[in-house]
C-alpha cells in the first residue's frame, strides 16, 4: 500500500513570495490532514479536510494561508505571502475517517525555509 | 495554549535497558490518547494508543499507561533497542479527531 505522498521536499523562498505544497494521501482515505510543524515543537494542526468539506481551519491563518481538496483526493496547501517565521515542516496526513483515536498516516513533510 | 506537555525534551538508556516517555495533558475532554515515533526526513508513525477509559495497553515491547485523575500518560519500551531511538511524540484526540501533539522526547538508546 502506498503511503502520503508529498512535494516538494524541500523549498526555499524569500519572504514575500508565494509558495504551494502538495500532497496525495492513501487510496480510500477519506480525511486529510495539513500540519505546521516549527523546530523543536510538535505538529500543529492547520485544516483538516473530510472528503472535499473543510471540518476545521480554526488555526489556518486565512490571511495568508489556503487549502484546498479537489474531487476529495489530493490536496494543496499555499502560503501568499510568506513570512520568515512560516519556515517550518509541512506535513500531511490521512486518515480513514475523523473518528478519535483514528490512526493518522503522515507523509515525509515539506521543508519550507523562509529568507 | 499548549494542551499536551512532554516535559522532558531529551532521554537516554541503555540497550536491553526500560525507556520511560512521559506527557501531560490538561484537557479533561481528551478522550484518546496517541504515541508516534518519528525519524529524521520521515513523517511520524503511529506507535500505540490507548482510550481514556482504559489504564492500560500493551502492544509487544511498548505499554501506555493513562493515569486520568492526574492527567498522566506514560509510555514504556521494554527492553530498549538501539532501533529504537526517535523522537517520540504524545498526542491527545477530541471527538472530532482534532490531535493535538506535545513538542516530542528524543530517545537515544546506546549499545
Known amino acids: 500500500e502506498a503511503g502520503v505522498a508529498q512535494s516538494p521536499r524541500y523549498k526555499i523562498i524569500e519572504k514575500r513570495q508565494s509558495v504551494a505544497f502538495w500532497c496525495n494521501p492513501i487510496?480510500?482515505?477519506?480525511?486529510l490532514y495539513w500540519y505546521q510543524q516549527i523546530l523543536g515543537q510538535g505538529p500543529k494542526l492547520l485544516i483538516q479536510?473530510?472528503?472535499?468539506?473543510?471540518?476545521?481551519d480554526s488555526q489556518l491563518p486565512k490571511d495568508r494561508f489556503s487549502a484546498e481538496r479537489l474531487k476529495g483526493v489530493d490536496s494543496t496547501l499555499k502560503i501568499q505571502p510568506a513570512k520568515l517565521e512560516d519556515s517550518a515542516v509541512y506535513l500531511c496526513a490521512s486518515s480513514l475517517e475523523f473518528t478519535a483515536g483514528g490512526e493518522q498516516y503522515f507523509g515525509p513533510g515539506t521543508r519550507l525555509t523562509v529568507t | 495554549d499548549q494542551q499536551v506537555k512532554q516535559n522532558s525534551p531529551s532521554l537516554s538508556v541503555q540497550e536491553g535497558r526500560i525507556s520511560i516517555l512521559n506527557c501531560d495533558y490538561t484537557n479533561s475532554m481528551f478522550d484518546y490518547f496517541l504515541w508516534y515515533k518519528k525519524y529524521p526526513a520521515e513523517g511520524p508513525t503511529f506507535l500505540i494508543s490507548i482510550s481514556s477509559i482504559k489504564d492500560k495497553n500493551e502492544d509487544g515491547r511498548f505499554t501506555v499507561f493513562l493515569n486520568k485523575s492526574a492527567k498522566h500518560l506514560s509510555l514504556h519500551i521494554v527492553p530498549s533497542q538501539p532501533g529504537d531511538s526517535a523522537v517520540y511524540f504524545c498526542a491527545a484526540t477530541l471527538l472530532r479527531g482534532d490531535m493535538r501533539f506535545g513538542a516530542g522526547t528524543r530517545l537515544t538508546v546506546k549499545p
Open positions: 487510496s480510500g482515505h477519506a480525511t
Open positions: 479536510f473530510q472528503n472535499n468539506g473543510v471540518v476545521d
